[in-house]
């Protein structure tokens, strides 16, 4: 159900992004930059279509515990028990959201929506997808109380559909508001990798769970926030944006003489080592004067980046409207498509010439199934006339991509 709601609340989201991306152009202040907004609406993306699958994990613990352990009967009729369980779950999601910041195994899958050097609406969008896997643990109580299943799910909409207008630098301070509520100028605080600001203000609705745990702060505007993360992603891969954080912690873990420490180390504070491996592999110092990722490319071969994400994005919301009415091996096959398009496009925003030929691959193997298939991936019966259409970009698309991005033998990166 939250993917189709998400679906159908896609169009408000896209017309608030463009909204914003117009007030910046004019302001000549924050302005986007299309490779980041590229990589982090795939990356949302990608969570929602992998939560197709993931949702069962929550979802099903979730039913499990309510039916073998509910004190109460909660019902949902009486506008009370909304507002009480609303506020239940944004508190319950204040303790999840900072122990995705104190704990290694938490923030591999949190550190995915802090990876953007950028903050605009997109990065809203930019979500983890294997939040699913461990995140249910804290949300157990809701369960235990007797909140109904589909009860939760809808409070847990509102709680994550509240959060994406607070991810702008086009909103300023908001006076009182930003003394109760979760804010523009609270969350940027959030999303910094400053000192000062580092894991502060992690409320989801209000920020007095903050003010009453000792982790609020103000943004300072003699302190200007500075995003991202201490470990720079600097990538546009989506998958190796997912795995990051699980492979260095799993390198270390593995480096670790202890067999204590390498248990240990999943629950520890991330950037945190075992002494001997600190000793043998230490972190680079952090430099927040680093320069911003920002691979070149040239303006038509980011066009070409730029369609190709557009067509898969449509068909990724395709794709989450009708799952439902395919096999899992027809769905499992789909979301591979689709995460192959997304990872090899913003492949080739990354530069490499690897990319080059997996997009030919990509784009093979699409051809192929329109030829040979009248269905596309058994959900929808294509006329002859849309196969031919389909076949026509794909070739396009193939031509394209041989004239646009050459190969220098020299640095290994795509000629201008």
Not at 116 to 128: I, V
Request: with cysteine.
């Amino acid at each position: 159900m939250q993917e189709k709601i998400i679906t159908f609340a896609s169009p408000v989201f896209f017309l608030l992004i463009a909204i914003e991306f117009i007030v910046a152009r004019r302001r000549q202040k924050h302005l986007y930059r299309i490779n980041d907004a590229i990589n982090s609406l795939s990356l949302g993306v990608l969570s929602q279509i992998t939560g197709v699958f993931l949702k069962i994990i929550p979802l099903g613990i979730y039913a499990w515990v309510l039916q073998h352990t509910a004190i109460f009967n909660i019902e949902k009729n009486q506008w009370w028990t909304w507002v009480i369980g609303l506020l239940l779950y944004d508190f319950l999601y204040y303790w999840l959201h900072r122990m995705g910041h104190e704990t290694n195994l938490l923030w591999a899958a949190h550190v995915v929506h802090h990876q953007s050097e950028e903050y605009n609406l997109t990065t809203a969008l930019r979500q983890t997808s294997t939040g699913g896997v461990f995140g249910w643990f804290f949300y157990l109580p809701m369960a235990i109380l007797g909140f109904p299943l589909d009860m939760f799910i809808v409070i847990a909409l509102i709680d994550l559909l509240y959060q994406f207008w607070i991810h702008t630098q086009q909103i300023g301070k908001l006076g009182w508001f930003d003394r109760v509520f979760v804010s523009p100028s609270n969350h940027r605080v959030h999303h910094a990798v400053n000192d000062v600001y580092l894991d502060k203000n992690y409320g989801g609705i209000l920020i007095i769970w903050d003010r009453l745990f000792g982790t609020f702060i103000e943004e300072n505007d003699a302190e200007p926030v500075v995003f991202g993360t201490r470990s720079p992603l600097r990538s546009w891969n989506p998958i190796w944006a997912n795995i990051e954080v699980y492979y260095a912690v799993a390198v270390d873990a593995l480096r670790a003489r202890s067999w204590w420490d390498k248990l240990r180390i999943w629950f520890m504070p991330p950037g945190w080592k075992p002494r001997d491996v600190a000793q043998r592999f230490p972190s680079k110092a952090f430099d927040i004067q680093r320069p911003l990722f920002d691979p070149q490319l040239d303006n038509k071969a980011m066009w070409y980046c730029l369609v190709q994400f557009t067509i898969a994005l449509q068909i990724g919301t395709h794709f989450l409207m009708t799952f439902e009415s395919i096999s899992v091996l027809d769905a499992v096959s789909y979301c591979l498509w689709l995460t192959a398009s997304y990872w090899f496009v913003c492949g080739l925003m990354d530069n490499a010439k690897r990319y080059v030929p997996l997009e030919k691959c990509r784009l093979g193997v699409t051809l192929l199934l329109v030829v040979f298939d009248p269905t596309w991936f058994s959900t929808t019966i294509l006329h002859v006339n849309v196969r031919v259409v389909i076949g026509v970009v794909c070739v396009l698309s193939f031509i394209a991509l041989l004239s646009l991005f050459t190969r220098s033998e020299t640095d290994g990166h795509f000629s201008h």
